[in-house]
């Protein structure tokens, strides 16, 4: 009998002993990597099929304090947050309340003539033309969105809309604006109640100094070889507007496998590279960037603020997905995310 069982459990052990020296294996990296790129804290998840296989903090969360950094660790997003943002464009597209073809000016008050053919797709896909940040934001003011936005009004386009792709975080303030108009709320409420909440995302919110966060990160830059605080914006940018956890944007992740949130259309146009004027294609979707690496197809976006960056790299046939965030100008997300996934996905090298 005891050789039965013993035959029995004999492969479950092995696949245990693989699991866990895939384990090891990916703490190794990300330490090493953390001490290379002098990144004090570090989180990360991996999740296969909507499932978390792996979330583990690594480092501190706060230097001064000797907090360690876990899988709990709140940090700022950056423009991670853009594909939550147009989630929420989506959500009022679903409900019938705009078409993503619609004019921009039916929702901004005071658009110039030059805006007359942005639509609410334009700005989505970072092709409206539009500069890239307005001049009248200034992270250290708090302002409303649309008076942000109105600075931009007066500066020439840098291309027909449409004409091109170009990196546009005026485009992200403005459908914050149209979520406020559209849904009556403002934008961070409007998430919270139609993404956040229905998925159980209990600790991603907007961006705030003031409010007291449990687990909240300190964000960090390394320079003159040593470690200064980041400075803190007090501004909250709807191009980068959410703090989360790695175990929260787990649950984002786990979400766009069904339609709970997002009908399968929506998310096929929401992966699907953006058509220019002249008929090419961008690979670029709806706060998303689109790619492959190795042939395996990759849907994913990083984002930057003062003292933090961050990584969501979604392996879309390989059902496997690398969240990397991190407290550190220094920090190459990117990077830790590949080499996670190269130790799950045979022949993917960092």
């Known amino acids: 009998m005891l050789k039965k069982h013993s035959l029995f459990f004999a492969p479950i052990i092995l696949a245990l002993s693989a699991i866990v020296a895939q384990a090891d294996k990916v703490d190794d990296y990300v330490k090493a990597e953390m001490q290379r790129q002098h990144i004090p804290g570090t989180s990360i998840a991996v999740v296969k099929d909507g499932k978390i296989i792996k979330a583990e903090g690594y480092g501190l969360a706060n230097v001064e304090l000797n907090v360690a950094a876990r899988a709990e660790t709140v940090y700022q997003i950056g423009s991670v947050s853009k594909q939550l943002i147009s989630a929420g464009i989506l959500l009022l ?3 019938g309340k705009l078409s ?3 004019k921009i000016s039916k929702y901004l008050e005071g658009t110039p003539e030059t805006w007359k053919d942005i639509t609410i797709r334009h700005f989505l896909t970072h092709t409206g033309g539009v500069v890239r940040e307005a001049p009248g ?3 250290f003011k708090i302002q409303a969105d649309a008076d942000v936005i109105k600075t931009a009004y007066p500066l020439p386009l840098r291309f027909a809309p449409g004409e091109k792709w170009e990196y546009c975080n005026v485009g992200y303030f403005s459908l914050a604006e149209i979520i406020r108009k559209v849904s009556g709320k403002p934008w961070g409420e409007f998430l919270q109640e139609r993404l956040f909440l229905p998925l159980e995302m209990t600790v991603t919110r ?3 100094t003031k409010e007291i966060v449990a687990n909240r990160a300190d964000g960090y830059v390394w320079r003159n070889n040593k470690l200064d605080n980041a400075e803190s914006y007090f501004a909250l940018r709807p191009s980068g507007a959410f ?4 175990l929260d944007l787990a649950k984002w992740d786990a979400a766009l496998y069904g339609d709970k949130v997002l009908q399968a259309a929506v998310r096929e146009q929401m992966w699907s590279p953006v058509k220019l004027n002249s008929g090419a294609t961008h ?3 709806f706060g998303w960037e689109l790619g492959d690496i190795a042939g395996h197809k990759l849907v994913n976006h990083g984002g930057s603020l003062p003292g933090f960056r961050s990584q969501l790299m979604r392996f879309l046939d390989d059902k496997l997905t690398i969240i990397v965030l991190a407290n550190s100008d220094n920090a190459n997300p990117n990077l830790i995310a590949r080499g996670i996934a190269a130790q799950y996905i045979a022949g993917l090298a960092p």
């Open 100 to 102: 993503l073809d619609d």
């Open 283 to 285: 690979p670029y979707g």
């Open 137 to 139: 934001f200034d992270p």
């Open 93 to 95: 597209m679903q409900d």
């Open 243 to 246: 703090l989360s956890s790695v």
């Open 206 to 208: 907007t961006t705030t």
